[in-house]
Structures are given as structure tokens and as C-alpha cells.
């Protein structure tokens, strides 16, 4: 059974595929390359859904997502086919440096953390931001042994167990909050870190098990880095992805409103139309896809509704660098919920990526909301711009008045895969068995991240077996 779809199955007439964020676009991408046609049903303006890139006073601006990890492969392998690969960039590693704010100050995160497990002695010691019981307890965390069959638990709990409260609180719930938007107390250890749960049942310590794991690690390649993107911003990924699908795929702009099955054909209904294919897609975040299969699979709907979402946005600060005579030698900084602020997180952006912020201003692109801190994103813009600015000048004490100031909201984006995700998985897959040309593709399954996301497109378009 492939993942998120029972079986296989025959195609010639146009594919539907509803959403055309990157999932949905990456499916039209690999049944195009497959010679297969599509139709993609979206309804907003531009393609992408929270991938938007705009220029602002000659700043290259990400509304969403900036980058994608590039150890997982898939961003990079459609980028490369799309004939993007020299316009790749990654991000610069040998000036990354991410601060942490405790008791209102700017605190590194001591060399050698690798989210909140200690690699390397000194630089753990020697750090203002654990304080001495919390550094003992990392000390004494390489002494536990190897604990298999463990159940999912939340990464809080995972992380309180091992380093205590104050690891959750000043590394694991920011570090988090940067992706997830989430509450560790109800993300899952099974589904968000994965691979620190093989490690406590192989190892015991995560220490251990994370210097085992570089241990065995392959030599860095020169040029490396955490992060990669293209030099003009994702949005390019989206135009190319347009571009190449355009000969095999039709796009409507609607809104897919429900969807019924009859003799094995779906009917998908939008404003004035009615559309039908043997095959769809369904690559809406989970709660949208819930609304369509209401009346078609009520239980289906029910589980994917209970994928949760937090609402987010991202607000692009630019100044006129001769107004700002601070400088920030850092890739950005976290803000624990513990500090009490709009913000949770800030990035330099000139001094993560090249190309993104030209000599004579300064972008800084903020982060508000997640689970707990969602009411922001009801402020009028007016009062976003306030908090923000009050944020800058409290935190950076950086009062100068900016050029422009962008928001982007993101409601209901960023899927939360809270305690029981993977059983939940099973019972999607489960039912989806009584839809065999059904595949659900989209960040509320197997990965939040854009190459997760191409991923699950790709698997969906090859599913479909010519
Ligand atoms: C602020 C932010 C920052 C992020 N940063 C990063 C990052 O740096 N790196 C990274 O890898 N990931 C990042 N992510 C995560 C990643 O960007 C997303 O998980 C991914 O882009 C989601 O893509 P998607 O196509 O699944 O969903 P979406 O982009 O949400 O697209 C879904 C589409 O479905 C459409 N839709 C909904 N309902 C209907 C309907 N009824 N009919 C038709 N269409 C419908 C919507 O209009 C939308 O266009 C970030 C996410 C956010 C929100």
C-alpha cells in the first residue's frame, strides 16, 4: 500500500488536483512529466499558497517559506530538473549564529547544540543560557540506558525528561515554535523528531546517540550548507513549475466546494462547474480537504480534521542601513514564550542568505503567532507594525523608523502533528482504501517541510500508474 493511498491505477483523462501550493504543483509537475494531463483547481490570484516571494525597496522578500533543508533531496532533484540548479544558493554557515533571548538579552546558543542535545563540554558550560542544574542534568543524561517500546509522547515531555524544564522552555519550545508554530507539549516525539526517539530506545542518551550519529556521518562536502534556496527567492521555483506544467495541466481558478464519487469517477464541484476525473488529488491543507469529504466519506472528514493548524505571519521589516547603527552579526534570533513577546522569532536576512538585501538597507523578517499566540493575526496591520517595532526596540534597542514594513498572514498553514499523529496516519490510510484514486498530498501528513511536500506530490502523480 503506498502511503496515503491504497492502490494503483489506470489513467488517460486529465487528473484533478485541488490546491496549487507546492504539493499540488509538484503532482501536475510529475504527471506532466509523465505525459499525463491534469486539471489544478485553485482559487487565489498566484500560484504557490504560502510560498510567495516580492521585491520591497530592492529587498527580495519571502512572504513564506525562505529555504528548504537540504538534506532532503526532492527540493533540490525538481529545482535541478526544472533547469534552476545554478541559481541555487545556500545559506552562509560559516557566519550562522542563532541567539536565544533569556531575561530580555540576546544569548547565544552555545557551539556544539544540536537542537537542544550538548555535542561539545566547554562551550555547554560555559553558556549564560542553562543555568548549572540543567547543565548537570545534561552531564548526567549520557548515563541512561537504551528504553524501547516507549508510546508517543509530546516533545515536552521527551525533552523534560531528559534535561529538564528549562531545555524545553529556553531550546526545545523555540526551536520548535520556528517550524511548527506548535506547543511541545502537544507535538508529537514520534512524528516531529523521530529520530531522537531511535536514539533513546538504541541509546538511551541522545548525546550518545547524536555523537554515534556524526560519528558515522559521510565527510561534509566543501560548499555545504544547512540551508539552500535560489538566488531569486522560492517564488521562482513556483514560475518555473507554472511554466512546465502549462502544456499538460489546466488551471482553473475556483474553489473546489465538494466532492462526489460515482461508478468510480469523481465529481468535484466548484462556483457554476462541475468536474470530473477517475483520479484527484487532494493537495489543500488537511481541514480544507476534510470540508470536501464531508458528504462523500464522513469519517475520512472526521479524521482529517483532526490534524491541527496553527496560523502564523511574517512581517518584513526594511530600513535604510545609515538609520540603523547597530550590527547584527548573527543569523537571527528565538524568542522563548517564557519572554512573553509578540515576536517569536527574527532573521538577519543579509547575514543568512546573499541576494536577498542590497548595500544601503537592512531586512529583518519577524515571525508572530503559532499555537498560543494566534490572536495577533486578527491586529489590523497598524497595530502588527506596533508590536513588532516595540519588539525591535525593546529586544535590539533599535528605534530607527523603518522604510517598509510587510505582512503576510497565514492562517490555518502549518500543520501540527500533535501526540498519536502516526496512529492517525493509519486511519486515514485505512480508510482511504475505500477510495483507491483518492490520494491526499500536503504539509498535515509526512512533513512540513517543502521537500517533504514536493515529496508527497511526487508520490501522488506516480501513484497513478499508466
Ligand atoms: C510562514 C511559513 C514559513 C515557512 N518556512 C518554511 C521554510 O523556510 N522551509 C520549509 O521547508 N518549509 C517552510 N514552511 C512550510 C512549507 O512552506 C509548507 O508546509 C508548504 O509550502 C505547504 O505547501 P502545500 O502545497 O502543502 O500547502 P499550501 O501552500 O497551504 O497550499 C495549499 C493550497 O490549497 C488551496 N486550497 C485550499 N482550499 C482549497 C479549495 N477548496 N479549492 C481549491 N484550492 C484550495 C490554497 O488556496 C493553497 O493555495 C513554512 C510555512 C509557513 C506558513
Known sequence: ???????????????????????????????????????????????????????????????????????????????????????????????????????GRMTPIPDGLMMMVPTRVLPTLTSPLLSWSTKMRMGLELLRSPRSGMPDRSVGEFVEDHYGREAVDYLAEPLLSGVYGGDPYQLSIQSVLPRYAEMEARYGSLTKGTLASLAQAPPKQPGATLFQTLQGGLGSLITALEKAIAPHCRLIRASAQSISRQDGVYSVRIPGATLNSPHLVLATPAWAAAGLLDSLDPGLAQCLRRIGYSSSATVGVIYDRTDVPQQFPAFGFLVPRRERRHLVACTFVDQKFNHRVPPGRLLLRCFL????????????????????????????????????????????????????HQALLGEIENRLCSHPQLRLAGNGYRGIGIPDCIRLGKEAANSFHG
Open 1 to 103: 500500500m503506498s502511503r496515503l493511498s491504497c492502490s494503483s491505477s489506470v489513467s488517460s483523462n486529465p487528473s484533478i488536483i485541488i490546491g496549487g501550493g507546492i504539493s499540488g504543483l509538484s503532482a501536475a509537475y510529475y504527471l506532466a512529466q509523465r505525459g499525463l494531463p491534469s486539471i489544478l483547481i485553485e482559487p487565489a490570484p498566484s500560484l504557490g499558497g504560502v510560498v510567495q516571494t516580492r521585491t520591497v525597496a530592492g529587498c527580495l522578500l519571502e512572504g513564506g517559506p525562505d529555504s528548504f533543508l537540504a538534506a532532503k533531496p526532492e527540493a533540490l532533484a525538481l529545482i535541478r530538473e526544472l533547469g534552476l540548479g545554478d541559481a541555487v544558493i545556500g545559506s552562509n554557515d560559516h557566519q550562522r549564529l542563532t541567539w536565544i533571548v533569556k531575561g
Open 369 to 420: 503567532g503559532g499555537a498560543g499566540n494566534e490572536a495577533i493575526l486578527d491586529a489590523s496591520d497598524d497595530e502588527i507594525r506596533s508590536a513588532v517595532l516595540a519588539d525591535l526596540q525593546a529586544l535590539l534597542s533599535l528605534t530607527a523608523k523603518p522604510i517598509a514594513v510587510e505582512i503576510s498572514r497565514w492562517r490555518r498553514s502549518m500543520a501540527q502533528y500533535h501526540v498519536g
